[in-house]
Every structure is written in structure tokens, then in C-alpha cells.
């Protein structure tokens, strides 16, 4: 592989007490698309939240772009041009649809992404601007969430779940909209439940099994087996 | 436990073998006592962090000239109806400034205090702003002899703040005070098990307040003067005295013990220097705040493992929050 | 018309408790923090704008250049070198750290300029008045309420139209995901104390050039200021200059019934309040 955009080095991640993440190795190029699956609680949201910063590591755990950043904050990690897309949206209830985007954009990176075209790829959001983010419905606020990250011009994009507790049909058009986000050289690591629909836009796989990698390869080489034998640790 | 009997022992002997001033000082010291434990009841187990004790305080003082000049009680008589009347007026007071949430209850506490003030300091026949002294026949019924009434107002202030300390602690070990326990660690847990929270802290303010008026009418037994100003001060009566809490450690019962003491041996070595005692008194509470939460007794307790007064339940707990 | 005076006198004092209750009320909105030590810092600027006036021969209003952004610095170190470490889920460390903090304020106050009580000369102004309907204005108090609308709306216009404004929203809703989107909260609750303590700067002059002042009285304006913002309903500004304007009005009016009862009467105000509409008289409405 050619020098890979992230890569993590026996990162651990703890809550308290609780060893959350073991060791996990990870290389990720430029542009590619990596899905992380795994079963509830096996370590997919740590693992994006050890690398957006919101949980700190030793700084050589975490390497993006040659530096490590491992140990930075997660304002500092989102400059360096790291984006998440949090689980459950989260969008703030006090500023309005537009103010969600512009404050995506507060780190000041320049690059294509511009409320022009946030309201391009999601038209419906020009229409209720100036709604307060909470009368959304989720679909839209998952756009909301969606836009707002892409508002910082990242070169990583972390999706954290980003079709829970959504309707098919929305979940379908927001998957559609995923190769134009990502198709112009933006990095992307997608953690979903639904393994179908992560497999189905990424190149490559990982597979955690309580807090370890337990499987990788490209998405067309690993069979239904493997994966839920890596899912569950059981032969199937 | 016998070590504390013969302790008690000695110093309840102290108006024998202690000079007038130590007896005076060790007597300042009980009654300081007591309004830590009062207050580290409220605040540190509680939840009720009030900046407005001071009301407590002058008002079992005022109670104490007023029911004696007008009223013709005793002076422990007076004391005692003083505590009774504060523990009443202290329900609807709570209901009003139960009203108001964390930081801003403690604020609303200070503006009751005021209120407080502002009203005795209207009293014209109790001196007004000015304040007034406690009369001399009054002073007489409670001893003939000077000696008499110092040792007397010394027993009553060992004997508050022993009883202060009893009570304080078999609260806390009763079932109410598990319930307590239980709201401090998390309210809506607390709810869940059908703890009614409102009435415990209820229960826990009028308490306080009517054992602070106690003592407030005995450290005015000592000073035999009163004036709004002195009756109601923030810094003496709230101040101090979270101060002793902070430093000692709150939440523990052995913390104002430890704060008390360590209080009045930097008040003795440098109360001549005036304001920057108190500025030293202010660093060294910020410091411990920020640094050590838990205060002196914290620090003593996680190097030693040692327990004053056996309340804690020993299990060691893990916390595992979440492995997504 | 003597009420009527009354009452006019008492609104144009709610403009100072306003400026007293802005900086109390905004840090509150930013990071639920109560500051104690409110009151002694609009005292400390009031020192600091006497000792300016003194030492260089300027107007007190001139003095503002030097005082608001001074005590803007402070409030940024202090808000990152102490109180952001004090931030958390428990209410008792902000709260006696802040306590501590309002002690050696004072203390160092009476230390440093004793406790004879101080005034600011501002010269005509002081004793200047406009005639209004038949009712007799000072220029001062006019000024002072003048003052307080106008740093309400610049608040509000920081609050809700600026970058800045965004960033605290943010934060205040959820310090996390903000510090994913580049926003430092540590900076950001510096820039809101720094904000606070500016507009500070401005109450503790104008009480400098009204009244004269000691080091004891901070802790009566963190009541006044408290008591606005409960009066009017927490998270309105405009709402924290009616509940100003309302204590004034009690405390003129409690003033003319019997000079002893002109802080109590407003004591009152504010537990009747309390009474009757505990989330006070106009609160915040979310949309």
C-alpha cells in the first residue's frame, strides 16, 4: 500500500476502567472507502472517537497525513481536516439549519465544499434554512449532520452509523448521495449494523469482535461466512 | 471509643485546668464545629450548597435577646424556642427557594440571609441597626459568678457540638441517611427507588437551620452583644465555615473535624496579619477544590485507608460505561 | 408626581442592575456557571477605573478604553487558568472556587485601597438633569439606562448574528460535538468570560461615578444582578433589563414609603416573584 492517510498502531481505548479497544492495527489510503463492521458494543464507536480526538491516546497511536495525532484534542484533530459523523446526528438544538452548516466550517479549511453546494446534494435544506435544526425530521437532520461535516472540507470522513433509526427509503437516498461525496478523493471510513448497505459502498472491510480486528480484506474477496464468523467468533 | 470518652472527659474538665482566654477559644472552636457539620450535612450530602446559613445564625441570636428581654425565658429556654422557631419558619423559606436550581439556590440562600438582616435591623426595640447587649439580669440568671457563666456557656458549647456531631452521624447512618447518600450519587436513580427527594432535602434544611439557630443563640451567649452586621455576616458565619468544610473535606464526617482544627491553627499564627489571612485562607481553599476535591481528610484517608467515624459500606466497584 | 418621579428613578436604576445581572446572565447561558465572585469584580473594575482616572487625569467614561479590556484579559486567564477546570456534572466546585475567588478579591481591595468608601468624579454630568413631561431627569441615570439598552442588543447581536455568538450556542448545547467542528471550549468559555467581564467593566464604572463604593459591596451587586435575571426569566436579556428595571422600581418605591426599607422592598419584589412564577416573568421561549 502506498503511504496511507491514517494508520493506527496498537491503539487501546479505555472508558475508566474499561479497556474498550486492544491493539488495533489500521492502514487506510487516500480515497479509499473502508467499512467497519461489527456487533453492538464490539468497539466501532470508540474506534472513530479514539481518532476524532474525543477520546485521548498516546499520540503515536493514531497517524494522519505523517503526523501523529494520537494525543491531540478533537477541535485540533478536526483542523488537521478530520471530520465525524456522530452517531445519532447531534446537531445543535440552539442554531438553526444554516447556522448547523456554517459552524462545519469553522476550522476555515478551503476546499470545494460551500453552503452552495451542501444545498446542491441536499436541496430540501435550502428550503428550511432557517428552521430550527429540532423540526427537522431525521432524515433530514442526518443530512443536516452530513452537510455540516462536509462543510469543514475534510480529507477523512468518519460515519458514524449513519442509518440508524431511519426509514428504508431515506436510508436508500442518502446512500445514493454517498458516491458523490466521497467520489472526488475524500478518505472515508463507514461504520454501520446494516453490513449490507456498508459493504455495498466501500472497497475494503474491517471487522472488530470485542474491542480486536477480527477479520480484514476488500469487500468482494471475503465471503458471508467469514464475515459472521468474525461477527459473532462463532463457526457458522 | 474509649480513647474519645476520656477525651471528652478532659476537655469537658477544661474549665479547670484551661486559663479564661483558652476556654473562650476552645468554646469559639465547638460552636464552629457544629456549623461545619451543619453545613457539610447539607451541602456535602445534601446537595444544598447555601451561602445563607448566616440567617440561621442571627436569628437564633436575636431570638435569644429578644425572648429573653421581652419574653422572660431562661437564656437555654430562649436558645432552645429559638431553634424550634427557626426549624418552622425554615418550611415555607424552603419552599420558595427550593425553587431555584444549584448555583442559584446558593444565591437565593444569601438574599433570605439579607432579608433577614435588613428585617432585625428594623426592630428599633432590639437596637435597631446598632444592635444591642445583653442585659445584665439576664446575664446573672444563668450564674452568680463570672467563672460560673463562662464555664456554663463553655459546657454548652461542647455539649452542642457533641450532640451536633451524634446526630449528624446516626442521621447519616439511618436508613434516611442512605436515602441521602443515594440522591447525592444520582438523583434520578434515587427517584427510581421511590426516595422522595424533595422531602429529604425538606427534611435536611429544617434540621440544619434549627440546630444553626441553636447555635447561633449560644455563640451570642458568648458575645453577649449582637448588631445586625455581626449577626448576619457572610464572611464569619458562611465564609469560615465553608472554608473548614472545603479544606477538611466535604462530604465526610471527619473533614470539618480535621478543618475545624486546622482553621483555628492558622488563625492563631497569622491572624496578625489581618486581610492576607484571609486571602491565604481563599488560595488554600481554591487550591484544594482544584487539586484535591476531597480535602485534608481525602488525602489522609487514600494514603492511610483509615475511617474516624464508620460509615462507608466497603465494595470496590469497577465502572464499565459503555463498550460501544 | 412624586411616585411618578419615583418610579422613573427606580426604572432608570433598573438599567444599572441590567448591566450588573448581562455578564452574570451570559456566562450562565454559555457554561452554567454561577459566578460568586460577579459582584467583586464589578467592584474590582470600579477600583481600576478610579485608579485610571486618577493616574492619568481622565474622564471615568475615558477610562473605559483601558478598564474593559482589561478586565476582559482577566476574565479570559481566569476563565482558562481556573475556572474551566471546575467545570463538570458537580455544582460545588464552580461554586466555592468562585466563593474563594470573591474573598481574596475583597480582601485584596481592602488591602490594597483600605476600606474608606470611593468615588469617581465625572464632573457635570453628575449633577446635570433634563426636564421630561414635568419630571426632572438626572443625565446620569438617563445615560446609565441608555447604556443598558444598547449593550443588551450589542450582546444579543453578538449572540445570535455572529460567528462568535454561534460558537457559544454551540458549545453551550453540546461542548463535544462543538469541539469536533474546530471549537476549542476552553477558548470558547475564555471568550464568554472575556465578554462578561468587559461588560462588568462598564456596570462597575457607572456604579463608581453614581454611588461611592468599599471593597464590601460587591457581594449586594451579585444579589441585584442575581435578582434581575430570576425576575426576568433566565436566558432573555431583554427579559434581565425588565426584571432590573422591576427591582428599581421596588426599591424606589420601598425607599419613599421608609428610607430602611428600600433594599428590602426589593428583596421582596424578587420572593414574590419567586412565589408566584418561579421561571420568572418572561423566560427564554425555545423554538
Partial sequence: MPDPVLSLRKLDAHYGDFQALFGIDMEIAAG???????????????????????????????????????ALRADQVAQKGIALVPEGRQLFPSLSVEENLLIGAQTGRAGQWSLGKVYALFPILKERKDQASTTLSGGQQQMVAIGRALMANPDLILFDEISLGLAPVIIKSIYDALPDIVGDGMTAMI??????????????????QE???SLTGATDTISRDDITRAYFGVEA | MVIAALGLLVLAAAPWWAGRADLRLLGEIYLYLSLAMLWNLMAGYAGLVSVGQQAYVGFGGYLLFALTMFGGLHPIAAILAG????????????????????????????????????????????????????????????????????????????????????????????????????????????????????????EVYVVTSAFTAIIGGLIFLQKL??????????????????????????????????????FFVLRETLADLGTTYLIVLGLVAIIIMLKAPKGVWGLIRSRFDLELFPLSYRVRTHDADKGA | ME????????????????????????????????????????????????????????????????????MAGIGYVLQRGILNRTLGGDILPPLLVTFGLSVILQNTLLELYSADPQKMNAGVIETAS????????????????????????????????????????????NSDIAQLMGLNKAHVFGMAMALALAVTAIAGILLGVRTSFDPSVGGARLIFGFEAVIIGGLGNLWGTLAGGVILGVAQTIGAKID?????????????????????????????
Fill in chain 2, 225 to 262: 452583644r449582637i448588631s445586625p452586621d455581626a449577626a448576619f455576616s457572610v464572611n464569619d458565619w458562611t465564609a469560615f465555615v465553608i472554608f473548614i468544610v472545603v479544606i477538611g473535606g466535604i462530604g465526610t464526617l471527619e473533614g470539618p473535624i480535621i478543618g475545624t482544627i486546622l
Fill in chain 2, 83 to 202: 431553634g424550634i422557631l427557626a426549624g418552622f419558619l425554615s418550611v415555607p423559606i424552603a419552599a420558595l427557594i427550593f425553587r431555584l436550581k444549584g448555583a442559584y439556590f446558593a444565591i437565593g440562600t444569601w438574599v433570605m440571609a439579607e432579608v433577614f438582616r435588613l428585617s432585625f435591623a428594623q426592630a428599633s426595640s432590639l437596637g435597631g441597626g446598632s444592635g444591642s447587649s445583653l442585659p445584665v439580669d439576664v446575664v446573672r440568671s444563668l450564674a452568680d459568678s463570672r467563672s460560673g457563666r463562662e464555664a456554663l456557656s463553655y459546657w454548652l458549647a461542647l455539649g452542642a457540638a457533641v450532640i451536633v456531631i451524634a446526630c449528624v452521624y446516626l442521621y447519616l447512618r439511618s436508613n434516611r441517611g442512605l436515602a441521602l447518600t443515594a440522591i447525592r450519587d444520582s438523583e434520578v436513580a434515587a427517584a427510581g427507588l421511590g426516595i422522595n427527594i424533595w422531602r429529604t432535602k425538606l
Fill in chain 3, 3 to 70: 411616585w411618578i418621579s419615583a418610579i422613573m428613578q427606580g426604572t432608570l436604576l433598573g438599567g444599572l442592575y441590567a448591566l450588573f445581572a448581562a455578564g452574570l446572565s451570559l456566562i450562565f447561558g454559555v457554561m452554567r456557571l454561577v459566578n460568586i465572585a460577579h459582584g467583586d469584580l464589578i467592584v474590582l473594575a470600579a477600583y481600576m477605573g478610579l485608579s485610571t482616572t486618577v493616574m492619568l487625569g481622565i474622564h471615568p467614561f475615558m477610562a473605559l478604553l483601558i478598564v474593559m479590556p482589561a
Fill in chain 3, 259 to 287: 428610607p430602611g426599607w428600600q433594599l428590602l422592598a426589593g428583596h421582596i419584589a424578587f420572593l414574590v416573584v419567586l412565589a408566584i412564577r418561579p421561571q420568572g416573568l418572561f423566560p427564554r421561549v425555545d423554538h
Fill in chain 1, 211 to 213: 474491542g480486536r480486528v
Fill in chain 3, 130 to 173: 433634563v426636564p421630561v413631561g414635568g419630571l426632572t431627569l438626572g443625565v446620569l441615570p438617563v445615560l446609565t439606562f441608555a447604556i443598558a439598552i444598547a449593550v443588551i442588543a450589542g450582546l444579543q447581536f453578538i449572540f445570535y448574528r455572529t460567528a462568535l455568538g454561534r460558537a457559544f450556542r454551540a458549545t453551550s448545547d
Fill in chain 1, 32 to 70: 479509499e472507502v473502508v467499512a467497519i463492521i461489527g456487533a453492538n458494543g464490539a468497539g466501532k464507536t470508540t474506534l472513530l472517537r479514539s481518532i476524532a480526538g474525543l477520546l485521548k491516546n498516546q499520540a503515536g497511536q493514531v497517524s494522519y497525513q505523517g503526523d501523529t495525532i494520537g
Fill in chain 1, 191 to 208: 461504520v454501520e449494523q446494516d453490513i449490507g448497505k456498508a459493504l455495498s459502498v466501500s472497497s475494503r472491510a474491517y471487522c472488530l
